[in-house]
């Protein structure tokens, strides 16, 4: 069922009006327009742009998000199924997303072979700043093992 408003799903999601118009430019979102030339949303259109504004907290790109929509059907409402499918897609970026965040909490406060040396425990786990072999970045947090063989301690 299409017919509600801009401004009532705007009121509903609590997106601005400007963001729900710059969400259907990027084609985020469908509406029909009415005999009036209104936009006209259908209820699962509140869905979509939930979906829209958490996976934008999330850190998500408007190119990934749109991505992820496309899989949905454009003219109905989409079903548990549709649903589940988008979810098996996306749920595996929110997986490694999460794994990485976790990673980030618990490490955080110790070496994460990043090259600073700054903390005790670097010069443990990271002599001479050994992770650098490995590649750029906070080496440990990417997901490499500290070495912690007798060559990395002399």
């Not at 936009?39 to 850190?59: H, K, P």
């Not at 070496?111 to 970045?137: F, T, V, W």
């Amino acid at each position: 069922m299409r017919g509600i408003s801009i401004g009532a799903i705007a009121e509903r999601t609590g997106l601005s009006v400007a963001t729900i118009r710059f969400y259907e430019e990027r084609g985020l979102v469908h509406p029909e327009r009415n005999a009036g030339g209104h936009r006209a949303f259908g209820r699962g259109d509140i869905r979509r742009l939930s979906f829209v504004m958490i996976a934008q907290e999330l850190g998500f790109s408007l190119k990934d998000i749109r991505a992820a929509l496309e899989s949905l059907p454009k003219r109905r409402t989409p079903t548990k199924a549709d649903w589940e499918k988008l979810s098996r897609a996306f749920g595996a970026e929110l997986d490694a997303r999460i794994m990485r965040m976790q990673s980030l909490r618990h490490r955080l406060d110790g070496c994460i072979g990043c090259g600073c040396l700054s903390l005790e425990a670097c010069h443990l786990y990271n002599k001479d700043d050994r992770a650098a072999r490995r590649g750029q970045g906070p080496r440990y947090l990417r997901g490499d093992a500290p070495a912690m063989d007798a060559q990395n301690r002399d």
